[in-house]
Every structure is written in C-alpha cells, then in structure tokens.
C-alpha cells in the first residue's frame, strides 16, 4: 500500500537529488515532475550547485556528482518530465498510469511520483490561489491513488532576492579590505537567515493576478482574504520535515 501523500520540506535543488538518490529504491521507478521548461530547471540548478559549492565546498556534493557504480544504477529508474505551464501539469497527471500497466507498482516496491516545484509553477498566473493550489493537489492525490504510487511534492528554498541586493549595497558601501570581509561574513549570516519557506507564502483564496513570491514590492497584487499555502496543502499532504545532512 503506498504512503500517504507527503511534501518534504525544505530542500533545495541539489538537497533534492541527493534525496532522490540516497532513498531510490532498485526495482521501483521514480518519475520527477519538474514544474518547468527544461532550459529554466536547468540554469535553477545550476545557480543552486554554484551556491552549494560557495556554502559547503567540502560537502557531500561531490558524492552526489560522482559517476558511482551507485549513482549508475539508482539513475536508471529515475524519469524526469517538464510540464513548464499549469495546464501542462493537470494534463500530465490526467493522462499518468493510464498507457500501461504499472509505472512500477507490480515489481515489490512502490513507485514514486514528485512534483517538484509546484508552487513556483502557479505563481505567476492567476492560479495562484487557494482555488487553483486545491485543484492541482486534488488532482496529484487522485492520480496517485488511482495509478497506486506514493506522492511526494517538494518546493524547493530559495533566497531571498531582495536581501541579496541589499547585502551587495553594504559590500559597496564598506571601505578598507578588513571593513568588507566583516561585511561579507555578516551579509552572508543574514542571507542564511533570511531563506523563505515558500509554505509561508500567504495565497488569496480565489484565482485573481498574484504576485511572485519574493517580489521586492511592498504591497500584494491581489485583494481579498489570503491563507497559507501550507494549510491549502495540509487538505491533502502531511509536511515531512527533511534533517539536513552535515558535511561529509
């Protein structure tokens, strides 16, 4: 019987494969739904491997890259699929499991279905609501009953945009080589600080224009009562918190 439908939190891209990966079982696939045109999930991914490698260069990244006889053979069973619209997405999920038997439920374990980046998805349409949210969760946890696989979604962390401009302000505006390392040392502790759960993000309750999360203006582009996008999902998904692994 496969597990109830889950959001793990938080993550980041690369903190994703290597979850990917270190829980990919060796019979059943795992089929990624990066929600996204496949150029954007590639250059998010690459911004997230050179932050990586700035905040922990001795980590377990290089693990994770490594072409291991591991790596070789949990890779076989991963499929990804872009849907870079959400019509796109409810139309991948409509049609999943219904071409042929299985997508892995048959051979001992469960088969695996994550969404990856759902929220980022929605929220520069006007579905980015409590009512559009609802349908695309409503329709992932269908399809993963109907199709027997364990559902799995994961918005990964980002940081914040606007405290990043703000900490190249202070570097220019500090003089003297001492002045801006105590500078960059600060910045970067508040950068750390300052990651967003994007669960937190308040979502008007019906479809109207939203605004990006993290957008430097003040004031919302929507009107109205809002709720949390973590209670919007918690109709549906218990939130797995995921620990974060140390330095290898």
Known sequence: MPLPPTVICPLTLPALLQHVLTTQSGTAPTTLVICSSRDAFLQDLYQSLQDHREREPDGSLRDLTTPSL??????????????A??????????????????HGVDC???????????????????????????????????????????????????????????????????????????AKRETESETEETELD?????????????????????????????????????RWFSFQKQVRQSPA
């Open 70 to 83: 591991h790596n070789l053979s949990t890779t076989r069973h991963v499929k990804l699929a872009f849907c």
């Open 85 to 102: 619209s959400v019509q796109a997405l409810l139309a991948y999920l409509a049609a999943y499991g219904r071409r042929g038997p299985a």
């Open 198 to 234: 994007p669960w937190e993000q308040e979502v008007s309750i019906l479809n109207v224009s939203a605004r990006r999360f993290g957008s430097a203006g003040g004031e919302r582009a929507w009107a109205g009562r809002t709720v949390k996008a973590r209670r919007i999902a918690a």
């Open 108 to 182: 001992g374990d469960t088969a695996r279905l994550v969404l990856v980046n759902p929220l980022s998805l929605h929220a520069p349409t006007p579905s980015f609501s409590a009512q559009g949210l609802a349908r695309t969760f409503a329709a992932a946890t269908e399809t993963a009953l109907r199709s027997g696989v364990a559902l799995q979604v994961v918005e990964c962390t980002v940081r914040h945009k606007l405290c990043e401009q703000m900490n190249d302000e202070a570097m220019d505006m500090a003089s003297g080589a001492e002045e801006k390392s105590n």
